[in-house]
């Protein structure tokens, strides 16, 4: 499974961005999908997830909730990420975070995108 992450780049305070990613490859059964983020100096921390095996319910953090939403497009194996109302420490890597079965009865195995930088100015 490979996933293509685009949408990051530059906006000021206030602003919107949309992040994609798509997943290719050899899918089985994808079982989440998400989104993480990565500060200079920090760990890595959810941003947001979607839960397909679990009746699409979705999970943010706390820090977004209310302004960021994420969405999945089954037919394209894409997840979006909205991200409105951007504000600087929202500044980091975005990575897109797909967990994927092979096959029935196996367990998810997690696979990473590249990474794409969204920087929000004050």
């Known amino acids: 499974v490979q996933l293509q992450a685009s949408g990051g780049g530059l906006v000021e305070a206030g602003g919107s961005l949309r992040l994609s990613c798509a997943a290719s490859?050899?899918?089985?059964?994808?079982?989440?999908m998400g989104w993480y983020r990565q500060a200079p100096g920090k760990e890595r921390e959810l941003v947001a997830s979607?839960?397909?095996?679990?009746?699409?319910?979705?999970n943010y953090a706390d820090s977004v909730k209310g302004r960021f939403t994420i969405s999945r497009d089954a037919g394209e194996n894409t997840v979006y990420l909205q991200m409105n109302s951007l504000k600087p420490e929202d500044s980091a890597v975005y990575y897109c975070?797909?967990?994927?079965?092979?096959?029935?009865?196996?367990?998810?195995?997690?696979?990473w995108g590249q990474g794409t930088q969204v920087t929000v100015s004050s």
């Open positions: 975070n797909v967990n994927h079965s092979p096959n029935w009865g196996s367990t998810g195995i997690n696979y």
């Open positions: 490859g050899s899918i089985f059964r994808i079982n989440a």
């Open positions: 979607i839960n397909i095996i679990s009746g699409h319910t979705t």
